[in-house]
């Protein structure tokens, strides 16, 4: 009932720092002070009757309740945020262009703008893809998504996305052929090399402590995209960051054989344009809570540590 609602400007507050894992970060999107977040929440919990946050040094943890919690008041959020959008600029068509690298776009957003489109059809996204950062000067977009804050225009201001690290993939009827339960197997199989990404391999053995590979069989490919397509195909092993697997895991057309081996990445960030329009803060919020989601799913499909290591 209408009449049952909570504080909505606590949960507001509850939603952003759960998007954060921060009460301070939510703070600064906001653009409130931290106790007045604390505050806020402390309020929803008390409306609520249970504990939404484990409070930690330096991070806030949803419990069980405020994970479940937050799934729904996330996309609640985005859906009234949604409604507000059209009435404002009534039921015309409004086109959101989203500027992302073209991995980003085949293996992540692609995929997903089904959902978004029956969600909001008011709402038309255009996706360009480029390998280089957009010049606001030259080119004309609404929101752009890269990794790391370097080489970004002076005009644009990143803000935190997603955070990422690199995982080892392999289709299923490969590993029933040649098994891979450690390290010491991967010597076994054919590397898959994407050549924008041409160190992966040597980078991420440095980083799990493992000893170089000496002359592994190698396949070269021009795109990480690519590569992963061989990788559905048995082709070999590939190293794949987790932000861009969730469709291939969850299908089953691959599955990391060594979870406990994970080297991080540099995160995602996102700008607007100065002229960006509304619409382009209802994308930002449906991207967060799929982001939220993929976290919460992905617990499940790639767990912390591998089965008897």
């Known amino acids: 009932m209408i009449t049952d609602l909570p504080p ?25 002070s931290h106790s007045a977040v604390s505050r806020h929440i402390k309020l929803l919990e008390e409306h609520l009757g ?15 309740a405020g994970q479940a919690f937050y799934e729904q008041v996330s996309v609640a959020l985005t859906q009234i945020a949604a409604a507000a959008v059209s009435l404002r600029r009534g039921a015309a068509l409004r086109k959101v262009t989203v500027n992302v690298r ?5 293996r992540w957003l692609i995929p997903r703008l089904p959902q978004f489109m029956a969600l909001y ?34 005009s644009l201001q990143p803000q935190r996305l997603l955070e ?16 891979l339960n450690s390290p010491k197997d991967l010597g076994r199989h054919t590397l898959l090399v994407s050549r924008t990404r041409a160190n992966d391999w040597q980078k991420w053995l440095e980083h799990c402590g493992l000893k170089p590979l000496r002359q592994p069989p190698t396949l070269h490919f021009d795109h990480l995209h690519f590569v992963l397509q061989a990788c559905v195909d ?6 794949c960051p987790a932000s861009l697997l969730a469709k291939d895991l969850s299908s089953g057309r691959l599955i990391c054989p060594l979870p406990e081996l994970r080297q991080p990445l540099t995160r ?40 008897g290591a």
Request: aromatic share 8%; hydrophobic share 50%; charged share 20%.
């Open 8 to 32: 909505l400007n606590a949960v507001r507050a509850f939603a952003a720092a759960a998007r954060h894992e921060s009460f301070s970060r939510a703070a600064e999107e906001l653009h409130v």
């Open 50 to 64: 249970v504990l939404l946050f484990e409070r930690r040094i330096r991070q806030s943890v949803l419990t069980p």
């Open 102 to 106: 073209p991995s980003f776009a085949v």
């Open 121 to 154: 059809p008011q709402i038309q996204p255009e996706v360009v893809t480029s390998t280089l950062l957009p010049d606001p000067a030259k080119e004309t977009f609404d929101l752009v998504i890269r990794r790391g804050r370097s080489g970004w225009a002076p």
């Open 164 to 179: 990422d690290e690199i995982l080892v993939v392999a289709a299923p009827s490969l590993l029933q052929s040649a098994a």
């Open 234 to 239: 048995g082709l070999g092993l590939a190293l």
């Open 268 to 307: 995602y960030y996102y700008a607007l344009a100065a002229d960006a329009a509304p619409e382009a803060q209802v994308f930002i919020e449906w991207m967060l809570a799929q982001i939220q989601q993929d976290a919460v799913t992905n617990r499940t499909q790639v767990p912390a540590r591998a089965s």
